[in-house]
């Protein structure tokens, strides 16, 4: 049998996905006028604030926090990017030079981490990632950056 077949044959066991309610489609504002918001999973921090294993929250950071750490507890993890260069996993440098050259409109007030090494994810599904859409929305962002790490 084929890779291909045996792919389609184990896909077919699968059960159906979540089936989520309908929600309104809206017309998003071009960039140059749009308030961008980042969200990363690089597990940011103050220093001396770690993240729980596992933990399904997010923290939130002001647009103009600088010094915060990447606690990301996994050792699989290649930090040294990060320490080169934040923006590599929170490009708020690049969004507020963006912003300062009028390519988006506004950089978003506040800003949210994730912790990535997460392995259930029906929390985000249901809980945390609706309610950060909601404060990044109260926030007054239209568009969310999101930088998996």
């Excluded at 045996?6 to 998003?28: I, Q, S, T, W, Y």
């Excluded at 010094?67 to 050792?75: E, Q, Y």
């Excluded at 923006?87 to 963006?98: F, H, K, S, T």
């Amino acid at each position: 049998m084929s890779a291909d077949a045996n792919m389609r044959k184990a896909v077919g066991k699968v059960p159906p996905g979540l089936d989520f309610p309908p929600v309104e489609l809206v017309a998003a504002p071009s960039l140059d006028d749009a308030t961008v918001a980042l969200v990363t999973t690089a597990a940011l921090a103050h220093p001396g604030e770690p993240w729980e294993d596992q933990s399904h929250e997010y923290r939130l950071f002001d647009r103009d926090e600088r010094g915060l750490i990447m606690a990301h507890n996994s050792t699989n993890l290649d930090r040294s990017g990060f320490a080169l260069d934040r923006n590599v996993a929170y490009p708020i440098d690049r969004l507020l030079e963006m912003e300062k050259e009028g390519r988006i409109g506004k950089v978003a007030p506040r800003h949210a981490s994730f912790i990535g090494s997460t392995f259930e994810l029906s929390t985000f599904l249901f809980d945390t990632g609706p309610r950060l859409a909601a404060t990044l929305r109260g926030d007054g962002a239209d568009v969310a950056l999101l930088t998996p790490v």
